[in-house]
Nanobody, 115 residues
Framework: QVQLVDSGGGLVQPGGSLRLSCTASGSIFRIDAMGWYRQAPGKQRELVAVITNIGRSNYADSVKGRFTISRDNTKNTVYLQMDSLKPEDTAVYYC?????????WGQGTQVTVSS
C-alpha cells in the first residue's frame, strides 16, 4: 500500500516563508510527476506547481517567482518552498504524486498568511 504524508504548513505573516514537504512510502517501484495543489474556502482545488521525475517544473502564474518546487528521488519526497507569501496564498495545500501509474493524494496541510 502506498501513502503520501504532507507537512510544513502553519501561520505566517505576509512576506514570510514556509517550506512544505511530502513523502511517499510503501510498496513503490516508480514515481512519475509530483506536485502541489491548494484549495481555499469556497474555491476549487487548483494546481500550484508540478515537477517531473527528471526535474522539469511548471508553476501557476500566481506563484511564479515566489514558490519553488523540488524533489529528492532518493527520499521519495517533494518540497515546496514558498517565499513572499501573500494573504491570497491562504489555503489547504495537498501534494499529489503518480506512483506505480496511479495517482495518490496527501491529507493536506493548512497554510494561513495573515498579520
Amino acid at each position: 500500500q502506498v501513502q503520501l504524508v504532507d507537512s510544513g504548513g502553519g501561520l505566517v505573516q505576509p512576506g514570510g516563508s514556509l517550506r512544505l514537504s511530502c513523502t511517499a512510502s510503501g510498496s513503490i517501484f516508480r514515481i512519475d510527476a509530483m506536485g502541489w495543489y491548494r484549495q481555499a474556502p469556497g474555491k476549487q482545488r487548483e494546481l500550484v506547481a508540478v515537477i517531473t521525475n527528471i526535474g522539469r517544473s511548471n508553476y501557476a502564474d500566481s506563484v511564479k517567482g515566489r514558490f519553488t518546487i523540488s524533489r529528492d528521488n532518493t527520499k521519495n519526497t517533494v518540497y515546496l518552498q514558498m517565499d513572499s507569501l501573500k494573504p491570497e496564498d491562504t489555503a489547504v495545500y495537498y501534494c499529489k504524486a503518480t506512483i506505480n501509474y496511479n495517482d495518490y493524494w496527501g491529507q493536506g496541510t493548512q497554510v494561513t498568511v495573515s498579520s
